[in-house]
């Protein structure tokens, strides 16, 4: 169940003569209860925080952000989070893309997203939001050889917060203290095994893994694989499938992921997008444009290898409450 909190942020000049675009269907088979993308989850101060592209529109038009907020991955609150008119930099091309979510040192929360292939930041006192979308973006559409999308985050185990993007090739780089830029003097970029878009990184017990998705986010082979290094740099393992599509159970395109762990315990979850599910199959459900959102426990073997995830109809749920 997803509850709605009103937006409190205002029109900036021009703004109705951008297009706005959302898509408020009711689902009832994921856990938001609507269409959902590209999801971003995190932990702060003991609650879920779950940013995403609002789908449901077709061509990947949705033009606003939201953040989900709950306490067990079942029950949601909807805030508003950031309108692509409020971005000084918008010209209305393409739409509201794949946003992340990063805690600065000082406490403040910065949200990095794409508006027409160009990737922007936007901060903001709370991980409620609103958020204030900086004058310029961050990287430029086609900088560093790649499709400038999909932003990420990783904060590594000394607190070094890295800004990461790009499909076709992945980026990374440091931030800058208050992680409204990066430091353009020290990009990494490389492709792992047939990389198509949304890099993640996270680190444990000392290894670090990457993650990614393979083929178009229009197909239903779209998959995340992931490989292990001792550094960021790498060398990094041979990729190995976390999760892909189960054509038995319409279960399609699982894919563009964010993995968490519990503070304090060694429990970590995955959030995923797939089609819209339909238990008739691939063609009466969703498809690249209308995707939902669902949690799934993640596992390591004894080697640290991740354990491969299986899709199930439902989606998982885990209370904060110790």
Not at 5 to 31: K, M, W, Y
Not at 142 to 149: D, L, P, S, V
Not at 262 to 270: A, C, L, N, S, Y
């Amino acid at each position: 169940m997803t509850t709605a909190n009103q937006p409190s942020a205002g029109p900036r000049p021009g703004q109705n003569r951008l297009p706005h675009r959302v898509n408020d269907a009711v689902l009832e088979t994921n856990p938001l209860h609507r269409y959902c993308a590209d999801p971003n989850l995190a932990i702060f101060d003991g609650r879920y925080f779950l940013y995403c592209t609002d789908d449901g529109v077709d061509d990947w038009g949705t033009t606003v952000f939201s953040v989900y907020v709950s306490d067990d991955l079942a029950t949601w609150e909807r805030h508003p989070a950031l309108d692509l008119r409020d971005v000084p930099w918008w010209n209305g091309d393409d739409g509201a893309w794949a946003p992340s979510i990063v805690r600065t040192r000082a406490g403040r929360y910065v949200l990095t997203f794409v508006a027409g292939s160009e990737i922007g930041a936007a901060a903001s006192d709370t991980p409620y939001g609103p958020f204030r979308a900086m004058g310029h973006p961050m990287v430029r559409r086609g900088e560093y050889h790649c499709h400038t999308i999909d932003p990420s985050t990783f904060v590594d185990d000394d607190g070094t917060r890295y800004f990461l993007w790009g499909n076709g090739r992945a980026c990374l780089a440091p931030y800058t203290d208050d992680c409204l830029d990066f430091d353009h003097d020290h990009v990494i970029s490389w492709v792992p095994g047939n990389f198509r878009e949304a890099i993640w990184l996270h680190r444990r017990r000392g290894v670090y893994y990457a993650s990614w998705s393979e083929n178009d986010a229009r197909d239903p082979r779209y998959c995340v694989k992931y490989a292990m290094g001792d550094s960021l740099a790498g060398p990094w393992s041979e990729p190995r499938t976390l999760v892909r599509q189960d054509e038995a159970r319409h279960l399609f395109a699982t894919g563009h992921h964010s993995i968490v762990n519990i503070p304090g315990t060694d429990e970590w979850i995955m959030a995923y997008h797939r089609f819209a599910y339909n238990a008739h199959g691939r063609w009466g459900g969703g498809d690249g444009c209308h995707r939902e959102v669902v949690f799934a426990p993640l596992r390591y073997a004894d080697d640290g290898s991740m354990l491969p995830v299986t899709p199930e109809v439902g989606s998982y749920t885990r209370s904060l409450a110790f």
